[in-house]
């Protein structure tokens, strides 16, 4: 698997201590000469936020050793969903797409239970951030990542399948971003936040919803906000419901798109966030939704209908009045 080494350039370095305070692992250290080095490097994850931090790019982080590694090339895989569960998945991707217009394939997400087996799927050869594995899967991708395979530990603490480290835990490293006033309204949101029981995961695992060899908990779309307003009124076009919505900035791949979804078996939608905004290929007019698989029929149903006329109405901008 891939280890990571840290070097710190002293040429560079104006030991201003920036990344020994960002890192939320507590990798490093200063030297008797106060100089940064990886004292604890066995914990470093590869999240750059160490080098990310420092004002004159003095520190370098770089994956060594076998990233090629798979510490589960022994262990039986999980049988893959029929061809018919495929093809009915691959089909709803097809009418969603083409009716909302959207440019991104919506993406399965799963995450594997402690117990259960792993599906078949290759892991990425650097860790990766979980929201950057969403990105590649919007894409084509498919992903496969064990707990050592993430470079966020907020994102494995949060899925259950790590603990939380302490400047996490605490909401320190959210003061030092400047995200939240003080401790005290950091570990606010940090307790406000829903988790999954500690070493309950064993691996996460997202797809395009038309290549998932599993039965998602939920399929995440990526659009405009006029995009997720249809996708939002598609589940409400034969009842009328109205959605109550968890946003709050924070954790918003992990936590909004994913979990509040999954766990309250309702959709959520989410701006995005400081983490999934600067480590991905996001744009600034793009948010997502987070929707549990069972409620996708209605969702081709609703869009189905709404392509009609609702939406060739409304983008056809009908009551604007005629330009003279």
């Excluded at 691996?203 to 995440?220: F, Q």
Aim: hydrophobic share 40%; net charge negative.
């Amino acid at each position: 698997m891939a280890d990571y080494q840290v070097t710190n350039d002293p040429k560079r370095c104006v030991q201003c201590e920036l990344c020994v305070a960002f890192c939320p692992c507590d990798v490093l250290e200063l030297d008797e000469n106060g100089y940064p080095y990886a004292a604890n490097i066995d914990a470093c994850v590869g999240c750059t936020t160490c080098s990310g931090n420092c004002p004159k790019r003095a520190l370098l982080v770089e994956a060594i050793g076998d990233a090629t590694y798979d510490p589960f090339a022994d262990e039986p895989r999980a049988e893959p969903i029929s061809k018919e569960k495929g093809k009915q998945y691959a089909e709803w991707q097809r009418i969603i797409m083409e009716k909302l217009g959207l440019r991104w394939q919506p993406v399965a997400v799963s995450l594997i239970d402690k117990d259960e087996l792993l599906p078949d799927v290759p892991m990425p050869p650097e860790n990766l951030r979980f929201c950057q594995a969403m990105m590649a899967a919007r894409r084509g991708a498919s992903i496969l990542m064990p707990p050592f395979k993430h470079s966020c530990p907020d994102g494995t603490s949060i899925f259950g399948m790590t603990g939380v480290p302490e400047k996490l835990a605490t909401g320190e490293i959210y003061v030092l971003f400047h995200k939240l006033v003080n401790a005290e309204a950091a570990a606010r949101m940090v307790a406000e936040r829903p988790t999954l029981p500690e070493k309950s995961r064993r691996a996460t695992y997202v797809a395009p919803l038309a290549a998932t060899v599993r039965e998602p908990e939920v399929v995440v779309f990526t659009g405009t906000p006029e995009q997720m307003m249809w996708l939002c009124m598609s589940m409400s076009y034969y009842t009328g419901h109205r959605f109550d919505f968890h946003a709050s900035g924070y954790n918003s791949m992990c936590v909004e798109a994913v979990l509040y979804p999954m766990m309250e078996q309702e959709p959520n939608i989410t701006f995005g966030c400081y983490g999934c905004r600067a480590a991905s290929d996001i744009g600034e007019d793009m948010m997502f939704m987070g929707v549990p698989t069972d409620k996708l029929p209605i969702v081709v149903q609703g869009l189905t209908e709404l392509s009609v006329k609702a939406i060739p109405d409304s983008r056809m901008k009908i009551y604007v009045p005629p330009i003279m």
